[in-house]
């Protein structure tokens, strides 16, 4: 739902709760009205940043130091919508979905893998294609383990013909 239409139901109806899906638990979580208009002006901010790219490379690396620099890693404690886009934190699996949302507006075409990732079980990343090829995307693992370096920009290239 966009955010007019939100602000618009939330005036004209009085509604109070509005339910968005939970990709991790596959259900709906309900989010007050207002928790849910924060979200999506926080949402629209990050994809009006980052609008501003003709190449899927830079767009995509703009996104990726953005969710590094601004959003903590946090296994400790239950993870959102909410927690990531107003309290700046997300466990694991989170990453992978909030990713793949920005980049299906953005129409960069992004898959989310699940399976096992170093020592996680039931760990979600991305495959996301850019510029005609295929990388995976672990954004979570490079937050969790410190590392510097862009996995998917290292060594984490798919076969392009595997992928279409």
Not at 6 to 14: T, Y
Request: aromatic content about 12%.
């Amino acid at each position: 739902m966009d955010l007019e239409l939100a602000k618009d139901l939330k005036d004209r109806l009085e509604l109070k709760n509005i339910g968005i899906l939970d990709y991790e638990k596959s259900r709906i979580k309900t989010y007050s009205v207002d928790d849910y208009i924060e979200i999506r002006e926080k949402f629209d901010e990050i994809i009006s940043k980052l609008s501003k790219h003709s190449n899927e490379i830079e767009l995509f690396e703009e996104l990726y130091n953005y969710i590094k620099e601004n959003i903590k890693y946090d296994e400790e404690n239950e993870s959102n919508i909410k927690t990531f886009y107003l309290e700046k934190f997300s466990n694991h699996n989170l990453f992978a979905s909030v990713i793949d949302d920005i980049l299906r507006v953005l129409k960069i075409k992004s898959h989310i893998i699940s399976g096992i990732s170093y020592d996680k079980p039931n760990c979600m990343w991305n495959q996301v294609k850019l510029e005609g090829d295929w990388y995976n995307v672990d954004l979570a693992s490079d937050l969790k383990f410190k590392t510097n370096k862009k996995i998917w920009q290292s060594g984490h290239k798919l076969f392009s013909r595997m992928m279409r």
